[in-house]
């Protein structure tokens, strides 16, 4: 049916390079195509492969609707040189190999950094973490943490993380400390 | 990209099939998984209530849905090896017949038992009546000890001993229910100690790690994001008590200790005053229903509302208990985790005890010798010639109170308040507000009523029966409740945390539930005037007797079983395993301890070079 059809617009040879590239299988890449096409309005689905999708359309998508860091992940893998953080099919590809079950815990730590520094400026700093926190505990006024509260616990990650004492979190403090964390594996990950 | 090129050209051809044909496999194991969950009772129902409402209110229904099950086993249980072979031999199936024995050496005056079944024209009333309170034509029906005045089925040439078969079924029961909830428990348990052992990073865990990414309903999100607000305030919360805890002054503890001391004396002194009203409310229902039924008098309402005096009671206590005993909690400045903890408990032993008190209570009536009553058989043979359906029945009004109760407050109580909140925008209602879900409430009234089922199965068989459509109905009860009035809680409660501590009441309630039972079985004389076990002294001695028509060698190993010679040197091999197991688990934490202490050196170790790396830079 569907699954017969559109293997045939992606060549094989490029669906051997997209298995080749990323984490995902044969069967996932073709529902990642799938699911990609649907963005598309009808005329352009035929060169899906090369068209880009605006944000907003791929923040229709259910796995990102209710991701708090849905503009951060669309931000992090885009790789559109005009800044509006439109995705091509390759892009959506990378953000699926990253977040799939066989990334290894390496590749998902790298980007869940770039995801959660908000300034794009390399550290975690207490502003980052600041939005972070933000972000876990939802929108509107009175799902925020008091600033006392979320002072104390800046503070608590800073003493479990930051090992240099600078007061930032960078990229391979970062890792050491999720490395050290059991539920990092299982919940950097979406499943289309 | 690059980098994934890289790593992905690292990987061998072997890996990689190997890699692909894991995938595979798991796909399948999860279709199949998703077939199985259409059998499962309730499956789709309880997965719908988790993603709008939390794993927490799920595990009640899922501990629900467990009851039902266990009640359900039960029933067969009983129903096969006690029922069956009466109704099967009433109707002459299979050349079977019944044998009655009569009693030997027993005086007359024990045997008489006429109760009223309902003969010749009474009115609907009465009926209406004798369900409700288990008298009547419902005493005669296999529901209650009663019926089972049989001592032998024969079926064909084989002789059923039907009361070795009562004795035994009972034990079978309790055993069965001890072993599921031990092995339910036992995920939960292994879960909570893993939890409870201080994490390393729990904040950066909760914050790096915290979102689940694979969350794409809009509800369970704002439930995520709800929980994990609560987590951390919780936590933090907890944080800054501890060290008010640690900094307190010598005074300070002082003072401390001694309020807890003095609200516990309160708490203690509430509870006599709830025992000993059940106590006396028992005491004044029993004498007062008795004349009345013994005289056939009018007035039939009033002798409803006397038989169900100690149920109500009962009720009431187990309804203000718990508002006192939050309301006292606070004045003894614990931390918040342990206070939840604490009102429960302190609950759950007022629910558990009242059970305990009312049974008491009836057995003291039972045997009450006042003016030399007992000497013939034992107990009260005038007014109690067949106790032990009186004991179910006492059970089986509980029970049907208790059903009233449930599916009552409902109709009176949160459908008005709902109501009333919607339509109402006055500032004093709204206050109100609309009700939660309070889980631990909830929770312990169906264990309540399953420690009533399981004391009750021993005088009214077929009580499993009821107990189980009581479930049923209440499971669609509750969540018609759950999606019309309730918002979803502000305080989630962690699922395996909460599952655990069900079960562990749970086996509370089945451990209390021995108690009497084993009072019944082995130390107060059976009625001689009706059940199974009028040829015995007490009901154990069936086993005893059995054991005797045994061959001797059988009989030689199993009395020697229960001699000294056998079960000293069992208990001090039993104490040893116990001591060894205790030694490991003591080993395992030590070597978690210090993995520990060497993963903070390791990450000292790390900081100190990083730190020559950066002053090498400089």
Same mark, same amino acid.
């Given at each position: 049916?569907?699954?017969?059809?559109?293997?045939?617009?992606?060549?094989?040879?490029?669906?051997?390079?997209?298995?080749?590239?990323?984490?995902?299988?044969?069967?996932?890449?073709?529902?990642?195509?799938?699911?990609?096409?649907?963005?598309?309005?009808?005329?352009?689905?035929?060169?899906?492969?090369?068209?880009?999708?605006?944000?907003?359309?791929?923040?229709?998508?259910?796995?990102?609707?209710?991701?708090?860091?849905?503009?951060?992940?669309?931000?992090?893998?885009?790789?559109?040189?005009?800044?509006?953080?439109?995705?091509?099919?390759?892009?959506?590809?990378?953000?699926?190999?990253?977040?799939?079950?066989?990334?290894?815990?390496?590749?998902?730590?790298?980007?869940?950094?770039?995801?959660?520094?908000?300034?794009?400026?390399?550290?975690?700093?207490?502003?980052?973490?600041?939005?972070?926190?933000?972000?876990?505990?939802?929108?509107?006024?009175?799902?925020?943490?008091?600033?006392?509260?979320?002072?104390?616990?800046?503070?608590?990650?800073?003493?479990?993380?930051?090992?240099?004492?600078?007061?930032?979190?960078?990229?391979?403090?970062?890792?050491?400390?999720?490395?050290?964390?059991?539920?990092?594996?299982?919940?950097?990950?979406?499943?289309? | 990209?690059?980098?994934?090129?890289?790593?992905?050209?690292?990987?061998?051809?072997?890996?990689?099939?190997?890699?692909?044909?894991?995938?595979?496999? &798991?796909?399948?194991?999860?279709?199949?998984?998703?077939?199985?969950?259409?059998?499962?009772?309730?499956?789709?129902?309880?997965?719908?209530?988790?993603?709008?409402?939390?794993?927490?209110?799920?595990?009640?229904?899922?501990?629900?849905?467990?009851?039902?099950?266990?009640?359900?086993?039960?029933?067969?249980?009983?129903?096969?090896?006690?029922?069956?072979?009466?109704?099967?031999?009433?109707?002459?199936?299979?050349?079977?017949?019944?044998?009655?024995?009569?009693?030997?050496?027993?005086?007359?005056?024990?045997?008489?038992?006429?109760?009223?079944?309902? &003969?010749?024209?009474?009115?609907?009333?009465?009926?209406?009546?004798?369900?409700?309170?288990?008298?009547?034509?419902?005493?005669?029906?296999?529901?209650?000890?009663?019926?089972? =005045?049989?001592?032998?089925?024969?079926?064909?040439?084989?002789?059923?001993?039907?009361?070795?078969?009562?004795?035994?079924? =009972?034990?079978?029961?309790?055993?069965?229910?001890?072993?599921?909830?031990?092995?339910?428990?036992?995920?939960?348990?292994?879960?909570?100690?893993?939890?409870?052992?201080?994490?390393?990073?729990?904040?950066?865990?909760?914050?790096?790690?915290?979102?689940?990414?694979?969350?794409?309903?809009?509800?369970?999100?704002?439930?995520?994001?709800?929980?994990?607000?609560?987590?951390?305030?919780?936590?933090?919360?907890?944080?800054?008590?501890?060290?008010?805890?640690?900094?307190?002054?010598?005074?300070?503890?002082?003072?401390?200790?001694?309020?807890?001391?003095?609200?516990?004396?309160?708490?203690?002194?509430?509870?006599?005053?709830?025992?000993?009203?059940?106590?006396?409310?028992?005491?004044?229902?029993?004498?007062?229903?008795?004349?009345?039924?013994?005289?056939?008098?009018?007035?039939?309402?009033?002798?409803?509302?006397?038989?169900?005096?100690?149920?109500?009671?009962?009720?009431?206590?187990?309804?203000?208990?718990?508002?006192?005993?939050?309301?006292?909690?606070?004045?003894?400045?614990?931390?918040?985790?342990?206070?939840?903890?604490?009102?429960?408990?302190?609950?759950?032993?007022?629910?558990?005890?009242?059970?305990?008190?009312?049974?008491?209570?009836?057995?003291?009536?039972?045997?009450?010798?006042? =003016?030399?009553?007992?000497?013939?058989?034992?107990?009260?043979?005038?007014?109690?010639?067949?106790?032990?359906?009186?004991?179910?029945?006492?059970?089986?009004?509980?029970?049907?109170?208790?059903?009233?109760?449930?599916?009552?407050?409902?109709?009176?109580?949160?459908?008005?308040?709902?109501?009333?909140?919607?339509?109402?925008?006055?500032?004093?209602?709204?206050?109100?507000?609309?009700?939660?879900?309070?889980?631990?409430?909830?929770?312990?009234?169906?264990?309540?009523?399953?420690?009533?089922?399981?004391?009750? =199965?021993?005088?009214?068989?077929?009580?499993?029966?009821?107990?189980?459509?009581?479930?049923?109905?209440?499971?669609?009860?509750?969540?018609?409740?759950?999606?019309?009035?309730? &918002?979803?809680?502000?305080?989630?409660?962690?699922?395996?945390?909460?599952?655990?501590?069900?079960?562990?009441?749970?086996?509370?309630?089945?451990?209390?539930?021995?108690?009497?039972?084993?009072?019944?079985?082995?130390?107060?004389?059976?009625?001689?005037?009706?059940?199974?076990?009028?040829?015995?002294?007490?009901?154990?001695?069936?086993?005893?007797?059995?054991?005797?028509?045994?061959?001797?060698?059988?009989?030689?190993?199993?009395?020697?079983?229960?001699?000294?010679?056998?079960?000293?040197?069992?208990?001090?091999?039993?104490?040893?395993?116990?001591?060894?197991?205790?030694?490991?688990?003591?080993?395992?934490?030590?070597?978690?301890?210090?993995?520990?202490?060497?993963?903070?050196?390791?990450?000292?170790?790390?900081?100190?070079?990083?730190?020559?790396?950066?002053?090498?830079?400089?």
């Amino acid at each position: 049916g569907a699954m017969g059809g559109s293997a045939s617009l992606i060549p094989q040879d490029l669906l051997s390079e997209y298995q080749e590239l990323t984490f995902l299988s044969k069967q996932e890449i073709l529902l990642a195509y799938k699911r990609f096409s649907e963005l598309l309005p009808k005329e352009e689905r035929e060169s899906a492969c090369s068209t880009r999708v605006p944000k907003s359309q791929i923040l229709t998508l259910p796995e990102l609707r209710a991701n708090p860091f849905q503009h951060r992940i669309c931000h992090v893998f885009s790789t559109s040189e005009t800044g509006d953080d439109s995705m091509s099919f390759e892009d959506f590809l990378d953000m699926l190999s990253v977040f799939s079950d066989s990334a290894t815990s390496d590749i998902k730590s790298h980007y869940a950094f770039r995801i959660f520094d908000f300034d794009d400026d390399g550290t975690l700093d207490r502003k980052d973490l600041e939005q972070l926190v933000n972000c876990l505990t939802g929108q509107g006024e009175e799902s925020r943490l008091s600033s006392a509260e979320m002072e104390q616990l800046i503070q608590n990650i800073l003493e479990e993380s930051d090992i240099d004492k600078d007061g930032t979190i960078n990229i391979s403090e970062f890792q050491h400390v999720v490395s050290r964390s059991p539920d990092f594996a299982s919940s950097f990950k979406i499943v289309l | 990209r690059a980098s994934q090129q890289a790593d992905t050209e690292r990987l061998s051809r072997w890996k990689k099939w190997r890699r692909t044909s894991s995938k595979s496999l &798991k796909k399948a194991l999860s279709e199949v998984k998703g077939l199985s969950s259409y059998l499962v009772l309730w499956q789709r129902d309880i997965h719908s209530i988790e993603g709008k409402f939390g794993t927490g209110i799920q595990s009640y229904f899922s501990f629900l849905r467990f009851l039902v099950l266990l009640n359900f086993i039960i029933f067969i249980l009983m129903f096969s090896f006690v029922t069956l072979p009466i109704i099967i031999s009433k109707y002459g199936i299979f050349n079977s017949t019944i044998a009655y024995i009569s009693p030997k050496n027993i005086e007359e005056n024990c045997t008489i038992y006429e109760p009223s079944g309902n &003969k010749g024209l009474v009115y609907f009333y009465t009926y209406l009546k004798d369900l409700f309170s288990g008298t009547g034509f419902l005493e005669v029906t296999s529901l209650f000890y009663g019926y089972y =005045t049989i001592d032998a089925v024969w079926i064909s040439i084989m002789r059923y001993n039907l009361p070795l078969a009562y004795l035994l079924a =009972t034990f079978a029961y309790l055993a069965l229910s001890l072993l599921w909830i031990i092995k339910r428990s036992a995920e939960g348990f292994m879960q909570n100690l893993v939890h409870d052992a201080d994490p390393f990073q729990s904040y950066c865990n909760k914050v790096f790690a915290g979102w689940d990414f694979c969350i794409t309903d809009p509800n369970a999100a704002r439930l995520k994001h709800r929980s994990l607000q609560y987590e951390l305030q919780t936590d933090l919360e907890e944080e800054k008590l501890k060290q008010k805890i640690a900094e307190r002054t010598m005074k300070e503890k002082l003072r401390i200790y001694s309020l807890r001391i003095f609200i516990n004396i309160i708490v203690f002194a509430i509870l006599l005053g709830c025992f000993y009203s059940i106590y006396r409310v028992t005491v004044f229902s029993q004498e007062n229903s008795n004349v009345s039924i013994r005289n056939d008098t009018g007035t039939d309402s009033a002798n409803l509302l006397v038989q169900y005096l100690p149920s109500m009671v009962i009720t009431l206590a187990n309804f203000i208990g718990p508002l006192i005993f939050s309301f006292l909690i606070r004045f003894e400045d614990y931390t918040p985790a342990f206070e939840i903890k604490l009102t429960l408990m302190r609950c759950v032993f007022v629910r558990l005890a009242s059970i305990g008190v009312l049974l008491l209570s009836l057995w003291s009536q039972i045997s009450d010798c006042g =003016t030399d009553k007992c000497k013939p058989c034992g107990y009260n043979y005038k007014l109690y010639p067949c106790w032990e359906s009186d004991v179910g029945q006492e059970m089986y009004k509980l029970m049907i109170f208790d059903f009233i109760v449930i599916l009552a407050v409902p109709l009176f109580v949160d459908f008005p308040r709902k109501l009333l909140v919607t339509h109402c925008s006055c500032k004093l209602i709204q206050l109100f507000g609309q009700q939660e879900f309070g889980i631990s409430d909830n929770v312990l009234e169906i264990i309540y009523g399953q420690t009533i089922c399981w004391i009750g =199965t021993f005088f009214s068989p077929l009580l499993p029966a009821i107990a189980t459509i009581k479930y049923f109905i209440i499971f669609y009860v509750k969540k018609i409740i759950l999606i019309h009035t309730r &918002k979803p809680a502000a305080r989630p409660i962690r699922a395996s945390g909460s599952n655990f501590f069900f079960l562990v009441v749970l086996l509370i309630g089945l451990i209390l539930a021995f108690i009497p039972l084993g009072i019944s079985i082995a130390r107060i004389p059976s009625s001689k005037a009706c059940g199974p076990f009028r040829n015995f002294n007490t009901s154990w001695e069936v086993i005893p007797d059995t054991i005797l028509e045994f061959p001797t060698v059988v009989q030689q190993i199993l009395f020697g079983m229960a001699s000294e010679a056998f079960a000293v040197p069992f208990f001090m091999i039993i104490c040893i395993i116990m001591f060894y197991f205790i030694a490991l688990a003591r080993a395992h934490k030590q070597v978690v301890e210090q993995l520990r202490e060497q993963l903070v050196l390791e990450s000292r170790d790390k900081m100190f070079l990083i730190r020559k790396i950066t002053e090498a830079q400089r």
